[in-house]
DNA sequence: GTAGGTGGGTCTGAAATCTGGACCCACCAT
DNA sequence: ATGGTGGGTCCAGATTTCAGACCCACCTAC
């Protein structure tokens, strides 16, 4: 007899991308990172300004502290009041916030254009774009070619 | 009397990057565009690499191909069989699945390094970096400034 | 021909999560 | 004492997710 039931056909990819997703891929946790980084650090602000259930974004942020993205300080004790920062780690999701935004601008702005402007120190509407490091040229999707580590 | 109840204090936002990720802000959603990128174009191959339930896949897919992400076209008849293509809004999401690999690669990436790596037709290996379009300078989450619309 | 495999799903029921709204508590100002 | 602010928690109901089984049309090997 001896049928074998391997069953295992699932093998989930090890990969960056997924786990990052893990750990900001819910709409709510990134609003809140994005109003961090318009500067609305407290609890109220960013319940108001994304429109989450106040619940839900008090769970996103203490997963969003206890993955090191957040920082939580207390401003005033008496009554304790907390203000939310970004660590470095957060910080350096500002290109995968500006990239979203950048998608979101051009193919589901309304008629009356996108809604928030960024603007670089240079003067200049941020416009963002991806540059390869080594040589400093735009990245395109054929011009990749992902290699086998493991 | 009298007592108005207006009760209306949450203004969420309009924001491309809310409207982003309504559209593609779910894990799974994510992962189905980066197994098209990495040129596995068909249903089964989608829900093993990335691991989601074959349902779930099912919707994420019906929902992208709907928004215009992935285009579902048919390579046989006789079974009926489809591929999912990107469309070019698709493509232009390649940034957003960049940077969040880059993050991934950079705060999460186990002892062993970056699971998954991609290459730049320059030959380097790729690390993508965001600049302003104007400038040309690297983009730095302390150097932008919103600009209100409206 | 029949057993098994592939491709692209759907169905099912239990479990987890999300949601809006109410509530709470400490403090401050009027 | 009344009302507002700030930062939550609690609840019950609705929605989603999930794993696993099932399905159906086809193909190939035996």
Redesign the pocket.
Known sequence: MLTVMVSATAQPRECSIARTLEVVG?K?ALLAVREVFLGNR????MVRKTG?????M??RLRALVGSGILERRPYSE??A???YYLTDAGRDLYPVVLTLMSWGDRYLAGQDGPPLRIEHRCGHRLGAQLVCEACGEPVRAGETRPVRTR
């Open positions: 819910e709510w407290r609890f109220d602000e989450a259930p106040r619940d839900t008090a769970t008496h009554p009041r907390f203000e």
